[in-house]
């Protein structure tokens, strides 16, 4: 680990974890949630799940891994974009484990990556080379990630915005995003937790025209999206490289194709099953609103920009955007 990293950029396990930054208020609320989701779970399950753990770690065990060199990868990016999808692959390769976000997990607390020492031990205790994590809440410090951990890597991915605000919008947590919109624009980073890191002036100032007290909530998860994705700007991680860039639609469309390009980046062999869990059925699974075209052009541009990254570095090609040539009657000059 790093330890000359600064200090606005470490974190330690406790109360001065840098992302323990939630009012006392939602402190509670998060506590009394923590107390329903803890009776709600499906024992039996949890314990064929950590029955299936420990066959996959006995078999790292066992498995002759091309390198001894580990691996950190942090996989990122905004809230419903496939980050799940993308970590779980690098955990079904044979060279790798996946610790994924949870509200119970040994890498994260309450979602949010553990102490640095914590994930370090993890990295070298995991008989595996790639150590992924799917770290969503903890996007806005990748650069501080990679600089932390020895050998770390990023992989950002993106999803168009429209499937991104549909699916956040059938969220349960979908209608607190109203809030977090309101609370960047006025200034309030406090009451945004980790996520008020790190927000540019920028969004700010667009924030504050935006901003409607009608907003609907694919609105307000339109503009969660273009927070969080515009970060991979802000934080100049496109000139890093030591992060990829991922398209949600073209991995999940040509699987294959895209985690050859995941795994040449990592270094690492690329094995078939790596793919198996990954579907391509929610691409436009959802029919899209309409919602305000200052909104919707922000957006489009984001997205054109993320394009044009995730083009100039993998075999994918930008789509002819031009308005095909008006149709002619055959009769006409005959």
């Given amino acids: ?35 329903k989701r803890l009776k709600k779970l499906d024992v039996g399950r949890i314990m064929s799940r950590l029955a299936e753990r420990g066959r996959k770690w006995r078999q790292l065990r066992r ?20 980050t799940n999808m993308v970590c779980a692959a690098l955990g079904n390769s044979p060279h790798g484990w996946a610790f994924q976000e949870s509200e119970l997990s040994f ?15 993890l990295i070298r205790h995991t008989p595996a080379p790639l150590v992924g994590f799917g770290s969503i809440l903890d996007s806005q410090f990748t650069d501080g990630l990679l600089s932390r951990f020895d050998g770390a890597k ?35 980073f406090e009451k945004l937790g980790a996520r008020g890191k790190r927000i540019s002036d920028d969004t700010v100032r667009l924030f504050g025209d935006l901003l409607r007290e009608d907003l609907s909530n694919e609105e307000a998860a339109c503009l969660y999206w273009y927070m969080r994705n515009q970060v991979y700007f802000d934080l100049n991680l496109h000139t890093d490289p030591r992060v990829l860039i991922m398209q949600y639609e073209d991995t999940v469309q040509n699987s294959v194709q895209a985690f050859h390009r995941v795994f040449r980046f990592l270094g690492l062999p690329f094995d078939p099953a790596v793919v198996g869990d990954v ?18 052009k922000i957006c ?35």
């Fill in 63 to 82: 498995t002759q891994h091309p390198t001894t060199e580990k691996l950190p990868v942090f996989v990122v990016g905004c809230n419903r974009s496939g």
């Fill in 279 to 296: 579907f391509a059925s929610s691409v436009g699974k959802n029919t899209w609103l309409s919602v305000d075209p200052a909104i919707e």
């Fill in 1 to 35: 680990m790093n330890k000359s990293a600064p200090d606005s950029l470490r974190r330690s396990w406790g109360s001065r974890r840098q992302t323990q930054t939630r009012p006392d208020n939602e402190r509670s609320r998060r506590r009394k949630w923590l107390v």
């Fill in 154 to 188: 990023a992989i950002w991915i993106y999803r168009r915005y429209e499937d991104v605000a549909n699916s956040c919008a059938r969220m349960q947590w979908g209608r607190s995003l109203k809030d977090l919109v309101r609370w960047t624009a006025r200034g309030e």
């Fill in 300 to 334: 489009d541009a984001l997205k054109a920009r993320l394009d044009a990254q995730y083009a100039a570095t993998s075999d994918w090609t930008l789509p002819d955007t031009k308005k095909p040539a008006a149709a002619t009657n055959p009769s006409e000059g005959a």
């Fill in 107 to 121: 890498a994260f607390s309450a979602y949010h990556l553990r102490a640095d020492w914590i994930i370090e031990r």
